[in-house]
């Protein structure tokens, strides 16, 4: 059995990672998975062949980051969709801003991928969010 890739998906929706992966033929593990939508967490429960290994509701809650290779999160979405629409300057923006920063600190993976939807809160999360990388792996993101 070939080596498998262990991914880390949080704030991605339908975490489309997952179709691409399995019509890929590439073998992978969901090592975590957070998604706060009650409608993709339905989705992503009946869809999915795979369950991952960890589920969290909401990112902010986490209290262990598994290991990964690949981790996608799609959170620049979520900071002008709900909430207050203040981007990273609101509470919850900063906060999730925070959390993906230590989930790439704590899973150390190989890759990662902030995926989104350009637009005007896009480039103010963005900065923000280069702004708390910068620190992580010793400047190597």
Do not use: N
Not at 9 to 23: F, N, R
Request: aromatic share 8%; proline share 6%.
């Amino acid at each position: 059995m070939a080596p498998s890739i262990l991914i880390g998906s949080d704030c991605a929706g339908m975490d489309p990672i997952q179709w691409v992966l399995d019509d890929l033929q590439v073998p992978f593990k969901m090592q975590f998975v957070a998604e706060v939508g009650k409608a993709c967490q339905r989705f992503q429960a009946l869809v999915h062949k795979q369950k991952p290994v960890d589920f969290d509701a909401d990112i902010t809650k986490r209290t262990m980051v598994k290991h990964c290779h690949f981790y996608i999160a799609g959170f620049p979405v979520e900071l002008g969709r709900v909430g207050s629409r203040q981007g990273p300057k609101g509470r919850r923006g900063m906060r999730l801003i925070k959390h993906v920063v230590r989930t790439i600190q704590e899973s150390k993976p190989v890759a990662f991928l902030l995926e989104t939807r350009p637009g005007k809160l896009f480039t103010k999360s963005v900065k923000a969010l280069l702004r708390q990388l910068r620190s992580v792996g010793g400047g190597r993101y």
